[in-house]
């Protein structure tokens, strides 16, 4: 088999009147994610880390936000048309590995569902997708509550 792996990060700004989408799913918060789609940075990031592990740029060559397509364009959409162009290379998800940075509110409680979310998408079983979820300890624009960053790590292999 042929094993490559991709790593990916992501940051939005955290503003009043947003939504907070995280790994696929609306979470109840006083502050949301500024973007150009639904500005979900854990989705994001394993968009990079699965399209830089087979040399396919990254989410902003295939999804630019200069293209009205894509304004307020759900993340899962992008995350299930990026397995996609795996799949045309040849490829199919092995696992991911990712860490969402962001001090409110706490993820550890949704995981399982980001997780029940996500999986399906990139045709993959729930224990393929890993999701940690960390503070800054209260130290630079994170721990001040002025955005969310996620990074992730993605094996992508071929069968033959």
């Given at each position: 088999?042929?094993h490559r792996i991709?790593?990916?990060?992501d940051?939005?700004?955290?503003?009043?009147?947003?939504?907070?989408?995280?790994?696929g799913i609306?979470?109840d918060f006083?502050?949301?994610?500024v973007?150009?789609?639904?500005?979900d940075?854990l989705i994001?990031?394993?968009?990079?880390?699965?399209l830089?592990?087979?040399?396919?740029?990254?989410?902003g060559?295939?999804f630019p936000?200069t293209?009205s397509?894509?304004k307020?364009a759900d993340?899962?959409n992008?995350?299930k048309e990026?397995?996609e162009?795996?799949g045309?290379k040849g490829?199919?998800?092995?696992?991911i590995?990712?860490?969402?940075?962001l001090?409110q509110?706490k993820?550890?409680?949704?995981?399982e569902?980001?997780?029940?979310?996500?999986?399906p998408?990139m045709d993959i079983g729930?224990d393929?997708?890993?999701i940690k979820?960390?503070t800054?300890e209260?130290?630079?624009?994170?721990?001040r509550?002025?955005?969310?960053?996620?990074?992730?790590?993605a094996?992508?292999?071929?069968?033959?």
């Amino acid at each position: 088999m042929n094993h490559r792996i991709g790593f990916g990060y992501d940051i939005h700004k955290l503003a009043p009147g947003e939504e907070l989408w995280l790994g696929g799913i609306k979470l109840d918060f006083e502050l949301g994610t500024v973007g150009h789609s639904d500005a979900d940075v854990l989705i994001h990031a394993i968009c990079d880390a699965l399209l830089g592990a087979v040399n396919l740029r990254d989410i902003g060559y295939h999804f630019p936000d200069t293209d009205s397509k894509w304004k307020g364009a759900d993340s899962k959409n992008i995350l299930k048309e990026v397995t996609e162009l795996l799949g045309h290379k040849g490829y199919k998800v092995g696992n991911i590995d990712s860490t969402i940075v962001l001090e409110q509110p706490k993820i550890n409680p949704h995981i399982e569902q980001m997780q029940k979310v996500l999986a399906p998408l990139m045709d993959i079983g729930v224990d393929n997708v890993s999701i940690k979820a960390t503070t800054s300890e209260k130290l630079s624009f994170v721990g001040r509550e002025e955005g969310v960053k996620a990074f992730a790590v993605a094996l992508v292999y071929k069968d033959k």
